[in-house]
């Protein structure tokens, strides 16, 4: 009767895709001298009602997670470090949390900048699909956003970078996965550092998260992560820059991964046609999020890795000179299965081209 649980799984996540991607979890961390701990809100008016004795600042950088774009956060974490506490507590205990985006305290120095990055390098490596918002962090990494506009006014009051990308964060997380946040307005600022399109340009094309006025409101600049490529990895394209295009791959990846372990995993015999279940789930799951508008149609594949499951027979010492590919795919695999997919993920309209003659 096949794979019951776990098509029925792929079904369900593909049909929420764009509400979980369209309300991300937010962490927060802030270091204060009171209210010490963790905790989860879903509304901003909980903030207030329940860090009393927060400071004024760190309570209003909470709230500013809330506002969103199209929609708010699901969730915002919070961790409230002590001043004598290392950052390490905050980021233990948002490894045991399934957030989207992380950003660090609103004072936040350089050094734990990039212990955030380190952290989220090693939970990504785990498994685990966290991101965070920086403030001038050039980490050149998809999953690092790179805030570096300066002074950030509104309601009077001019921020720096870091104080605004708890914003920034819930902005993101609120960003629907058929659209991205480029553009996006930010209606309570009224002001930023300005910059000539040349040097904006350079910011963006830098991995640079910017805010710019178009002369009547403050809006994103290009939504972009911090990634440039530097090393030259052959595998990762221009397309990994993209806030978006990660997101969507970020969600392909822990939807496939954890419904794999959890109703697949030691639960059937790994068989051909198991494998092949298998792959038709995953395939039918492609083409639900290519309904949900978040792939290409006609452009996603699934299916068993021929070269990899060659390289594994030839490591068990078997002859498989004569092995037409079909039996190379039907060979027994012990307890490991080969697959490899291609995924292609819909970006957003962000470039027009529209030459008029007269």
Known sequence: MGLPNISITFQSLANSAIQRLSHGVVGLIVTDTMNGGAYSFTRASQVKKTLDKLGANNLAYIERAFIGYINTPKTVIVYVLSPDDELDAALDYMATQAIDYLAGPPDISPA?????????????????RPKAVLPETAADDYAIVNVTTEDIAAAGIHFTPAQ??????????????????????????????????????????RGEFILFSDGTKIKVGRAVNSFQNKMGNP????????????????????????????????????????????????????EALVRQGILNPNSNTIGIDVSAQEEYLLVQGVDIAVFSEQEIKEANTGSRVFLAGKVSILDAIEDIALPITI
């Open 235 to 286: 595998n990762l394209n221009d397309s990994f820059k993209k806030i978006k295009i990660v997101e969507a791959m970020d969600m392909i990846y822990g939807d496939i991964r954890i419904t794999a372990q959890d109703t697949y995993i030691g639960k059937y015999a790994n068989s051909y046609d198991n494998k092949c279940l298998l792959i038709s789930a995953i395939a039918d799951y492609f």
């Open 112 to 128: 734990d900048a990039q212990e955030i990055v380190t952290w989220i390098g090693d939970q990504r490596a785990a498994g685990k």
């Open 164 to 205: 605004y990308c708890s914003r920034i964060a819930g902005l993101i997380a609120g960003t629907p996965p058929t659209i991205s946040c480029t553009y996006a307005p930010l209606p309570e600022v009224t002001g930023v550092a300005a910059l000539s399109k040349e040097e904006m340009d350079a910011a963006i094309d």
